[in-house]
């Protein structure tokens, strides 16, 4: 379907040398997990062995016995035909591998037999006990965990169709700190704002680019959301005779539902009292890791000061709350949301929509999240490092003031030098101030 940045973290996998671990493959759904894998095993492997666990019941009973690697791979040859086991040639892809817990547990005997590699794709995988009663132990040290995202912006580009060189253009505008053309410019911004409203899921971008019809993206954003809302019930209900916990369900669609208003705030902190009156943190904390785990929000903590080391110095308790996909964010506001951002028309929502799709590009880079926030009214939006130097990072739905990046910026209290103004302008140096156009964050 697309290219993605994830086949070269594949190629290092089938390229180590020593005792190969399974390479495991956790996302979200729609991400794009079973192409990309089964595109790296047709241009990598003479034999693919497919097994999808979620449409093939018959193949969750071959891992119900004993996990003797002879008799799988004697029963998956029944079970699917012209499949060929060659040693050394052949991979063997268990999809939706969440949907059968011992074939999981299958990975450490096939890893230590070692004729064959196996790739795994899964949801759900990076819940802390999913399918725990279910499986017969997960297998620790012969897994390589990659965590594949939706699409970030560069990869959006490619899917539009935009060369390299455009995308070299820009870099080398970003490097050497010089204005991009303006023809350039408002494309990118075009751009840019499209990728807002669509997001990152493949699927998605697929049908806006082969329709242009917000009302389509809207509407298959909206069945997305609702089946991973079915996917938040699955972990609590692992055993057929126990009852779903209610009550931790309730509480993990209650965050969800809320991240639209929370954001909405002047200030974006997580408020437990908007759940409920006497909404406690205790309470919700585990409905937020929960979402954390699943992978569909990320947290943005905030910091008691500005220095190394920035995780030694966050604040546990204290956090902002954004979507991992801008598109599905949108989604969730109001239905015309998406033609206000196009047409430049936002209302009280524009610094929750820009802040949130930094936040997601910046998670797209496996960077941690960290924001500044004082009592007096000093906020910096994100606190991170560039070209490893902590940096300020201001997200301006409108051109904007930096007034508190200014005062953070001359209190040598503070271990910082720069800060980084992301907004629609082009790009512009004053004093130790940087523009850069919000296009340009998967460059920082």
């Not at 996302?27 to 095993?41: D, H, M, N, P, W």
């Not at 449409?55 to 699917?80: C, H, M, Q, T």
């Not at 019809?213 to 959301?225: A, L, P, S, T």
């Not at 506001?333 to 951002?341: G, M, T």
């Amino acid at each position: 379907m697309f290219k993605r940045k994830i086949l070269t973290e594949f190629e290092a996998w089938k390229n180590s040398g020593g005792r190969k671990k399974a390479l495991v493959v956790k996302g979200l759904r729609q991400i794009g997990k079973t192409y990309s894998v089964r595109e790296f095993a047709k241009a990598n492997y003479e034999n693919i062995v497919y097994v999808n666990f979620k449409e093939n019941e018959s193949a969750k009973k071959i891992f119900d016995a004993d996990l003797n690697v002879n008799r799988i791979i004697i029963d998956l040859s029944a079970l699917i035909p012209d499949s060929h086991f060659v040693e050394g040639k052949t991979v063997i892809i268990f999809d939706e591998i969440q949907e059968c817990a011992n074939a999981r547990s299958s990975i450490k005997p096939f890893c230590e037999d070692g004729r064959f590699d196996i790739i795994a794709t899964g949801s759900l995988l990076g819940i802390k006990g999913y399918n725990k009663k279910k499986s017969k132990g997960v297998p620790t040290g012969f897994e390589r965990i990659v965590y594949m995202k939706p699409m970030d912006f560069e990869e959006f580009l490619w899917a539009k169709g935009i060369g390299e060189a455009v995308i070299q253009y820009l870099r080398e505008c970003y490097e050497k700190r010089t204005p991009v053309s303006e023809a350039t410019h408002q494309a990118m911004l075009r751009y840019f704002k499209e990728y807002i409203c669509v997001g990152g899921l493949p699927y998605i971008v697929d049908r806006f680019i082969s329709t242009n019809d917000m009302n389509i993206v809207y509407q298959e954003q909206h069945d997305i959301i609702e089946e991973y809302r079915d996917d938040f019930g699955k972990h609590l209900d692992e055993n057929e005779n126990e009852e779903i916990d209610l009550a931790l369900l309730a509480r993990i669609n209650r965050v969800f539902e809320s991240i639209p208003a929370q954001l909405a705030k002047e200030n974006k902190k997580f408020v437990f009292s908007a759940l409920e009156k006497k909404g406690r943190s205790e309470n919700y904390l585990p409905a937020i890791q929960w979402l954390c785990d699943f992978g569909i929000i990320n947290l943005c903590h905030n910091l008691n000061n500005i220095s190394d080391p920035l995780e030694g110095n966050k604040i546990d308790n204290i956090f902002k709350v954004y979507m991992q996909d801008s598109g599905l964010f949108v989604s969730m506001l109001d239905r015309d949301c998406a033609s206000k951002i196009l047409s430049g028309e936002l209302g009280c929502y524009k610094g929750a929509i820009f802040e949130n799709i930094i936040a997601d590009c910046f998670s797209k880079q496996d960077r941690k999240l960290y924001y500044f926030h004082k009592d007096s009214g000093l906020e910096i939006d994100f606190v991170s490092k560039v070209n490893n130097e902590i940096s300020l990072i201001e997200v301006k739905a409108t051109t904007g003031n930096t007034k508190s990046a200014k005062t953070v910026l001359k209190n040598p209290q503070y271990d910082v030098n720069v800060c980084y103004k992301l907004s629609e302008n082009n790009i512009g140096v004053v004093d130790n101030i940087i523009t850069v156009p919000y296009y340009m964050a998967f460059l920082l």
